[in-house]
Each structure stands twice: as C-alpha cells, then as structure tokens.
C-alpha cells in the first residue's frame, strides 16, 4: 500500500518537474525569465552586502557577537518580505491588479 502511494506521489512529482520546465521553455515566458534572474540576483547581492554593513555599523570587538545580531536582522528581514507578501496577496484579491500597482507606486513614493 504504501509503496503504491509512494509511486503515485512520485509521478505526480516528475508531472510537477515536467510542467515546471515546459513553462519555464514556453515563449511568453521568455520575457520574464531575465526579469527572474534579475531580481534573484540583485536580491542576493543586496542582502549579502546589508549583513557586511550591518556588521560593520554594530559596536564591539567580538566578530561572532556581530555577526550573530546581523543575521537576526536578516531573519526579522525575512518575516518582513513573507508578511509583506501575503498582504500584497490579499490586496490584489480584493482590490485588483491595476490598484494594487498604484498602490505599491504609492507606497515606493512615500
């Protein structure tokens, strides 16, 4: 029994991988794919620098000790972007896309 479970979610993993590719190769999606590589690129670089500055600013000789609070930063950086963008979620299902859009503009701006 369970061996038929396994295979069943095994197949249904390989479908995921498949259709994951598919899409990642479909030619409306070649547009986005730099946008993509860029964001997780520049995010990546950004946020390792923020832990090099955020070191740096903290007082004390013990290196351990700053970077300990700098990466508790980065972990409260975190809950930040996963509360952020589940709030964006629910207002793009109760207010829409193009809303939301002026919305976000609005907020960059202030």
């Known amino acids: 029994m369970e061996n038929e479970?396994?295979?069943?979610?095994?197949?249904?993993?390989?479908e995921d991988l498949k259709s994951i590719i598919n899409l990642l190769i479909d030619?409306?999606?070649?547009?986005?794919?730099?946008?993509?590589?860029?964001a997780g690129m520049s995010l990546a670089i950004f946020t390792g620098l923020l832990v090099l500055s955020i070191s740096e600013t903290i007082k004390g000789n013990d290196p351990n000790e700053k970077l300990m609070?700098?990466?508790?930063?980065?972990?409260?950086?975190?809950?930040g972007e996963i509360i952020g963008s589940?709030?964006?979620?629910?207002?793009?299902?109760?207010?829409?896309?193009?809303?939301?859009?002026?919305?976000?503009?609005?907020?960059?701006?202030?």
């Not at 030619?27 to 860029?38: C, D, G, H, N």
């Open 27 to 38: 030619k409306r999606m070649m547009y986005l794919a730099p946008e993509i590589l860029w």
């Open 5 to 14: 479970e396994h295979a069943i979610n095994q197949n249904t993993v390989i």
């Open 86 to 110: 589940l709030s964006i979620g629910q207002v793009i299902d109760k207010a829409g896309n193009n809303m939301t859009s002026k919305i976000t503009i609005g907020l960059i701006i202030i």
């Open 69 to 79: 609070f700098s990466m508790l930063t980065m972990i409260s950086l975190g809950f």
